[in-house]
């Protein structure tokens, strides 16, 4: 029995442990690395990994090839993407913003492209059909959330409130998201259609971790911004115990983010005010 305990693995057991042994002081090491080199300060993501991965996605698009989002919602070029919005700060200009969206790889040896069709409404709201007229006067859903609900890179017909419209033909979806947005913004939204006295049937809150910058309006998240003197991001505050909206220039600023308990709490009062509000008319509340 000593002898059977005592065996030694088979060479090839051994040298898949030390190459996994290697794999994660490598993946440490490069993590250790990222750190000292790419800041994390205001990273969205957990991981240096996670942020270097999403900062060469992003630097691989080519320049000219789609509109920017809340990178640079203030661009001057005459094709024109935003226009300001009393109510949440900026919406698309209605129109076809169809475009080929291009990548390029290691260093421009490799490309590809592809369509992206994208409709704007007379609203300046992503359209969910192709033809939203036929829907008009139906009970709706509503679907709130940023530049992934909106569907950035993908054609209309991907984006899944589109999918939600082929799937209940009896209610009317409104993709009611725009890239930069957070949480802030379609709680506002449902506010304004209770006011108005258009509630919708259900909605759907979409959520993702960095929305709560955006959502408090972090020094880090408005600072992302170029400077306009046009558009204005929607924010929210906890003043006297009161859950505040309120306006929050976009411009590069120096200032620390706030503890991230005070981030945190933002999002949480968001979300219980939104159910009440849901509670109160009859809403479908759903959280994505």
Sequence with gaps: MAETRNRRR????RVVFYLAVLLAMGVAML???????????????????????????????VEGSL????????????DKKYNPDDLVGWTYVQGDRSKTRSFAYLGGAMRSSHRVNLRVGEDGYRVTSRNPSQYAGKPEIHVYGGSRTFGHGVSD??????KIQEAFPDYHVRNLAQGGFGN?????????????GNPPKVAIFMYAPFHM??????PSWLGRGVRSDELQAVVARIENGELVVKRDVIERRSA???PFVEIIEVTSRLFQEARQLCEDHGIVPVLG
């Design 10 to 13: 088979p060479p090839f057991v």
């Design 184 to 196: 802030v913004q379609g709680f506002v939204q449902l506010r304004d259609a209770i006011a108005r």
């Design 31 to 61: 993590e250790l690395g990222l750190r000292a080199v790419v800041f994390q300060k205001t990273s969205f993501h957990p991981t240096a990994i996670g942020q270097a991965f999403y900062d060469l996605q992003v630097r691989t698009y």
């Design 213 to 218: 910058f955006r959502n408090y309006g972090t």
């Design 157 to 162: 017909e991907e984006t899944f409130a589109w």
């Design 256 to 258: 620390d983010d706030p």
């Design 67 to 78: 509109e920017r989002t809340f990178d640079d919602p203030t661009q001057t070029s005459d």
